[in-house]
């Protein structure tokens, strides 16, 4: 298993650390956002429709070792954070 994050690299995003969202195909997903997250490979093109965050593209971010989706990477302007899915996470 990969260090993907910690405790000390919550942030809060419009107001709020966890956030749950419905995807365009009907998944719901709930996420926890995080400043800082490393171990992971960003898959797929930087998307801007059907952002989550407003003004703020998305890509994929998966498990750098064996490629499990962990959630996202969302970029501003030179700012980002992740928002990854706090089901697939596993506290050490």
């Known amino acids: 298993a990969r260090r993907i994050t910690h405790d000390d690299h919550r942030v809060a995003v419009?107001?709020?650390h966890e956030h749950t969202f419905v995807n365009?195909?009907?998944f719901v997903h709930h996420l926890?956002?995080?400043a800082v997250a490393t171990g992971l490979a960003y898959l797929g093109p930087t998307e801007t429709a059907f952002a989550w965050?407003?003004?703020?593209?998305?890509q994929l971010a998966c498990c750098g070792g064996c490629r499990t989706h962990l959630g996202w990477i969302f970029r501003c302007?030179?700012?980002?954070?992740?928002?990854l899915l706090l089901a697939e996470l596993v506290r050490r």
Not at 53 to 58: A, D, H, I, N, T
Not at 77 to 83: N, Q, Y
Request: contains cysteine.
């Open 14 to 16: 419009a107001g709020a």
């Open 24 to 26: 365009p195909g009907g």
């Open 32 to 34: 926890g956002c995080f």
């Open 53 to 58: 965050f407003p003004g703020f593209s998305w």
């Open 77 to 83: 302007a030179g700012d980002s954070f992740h928002g």
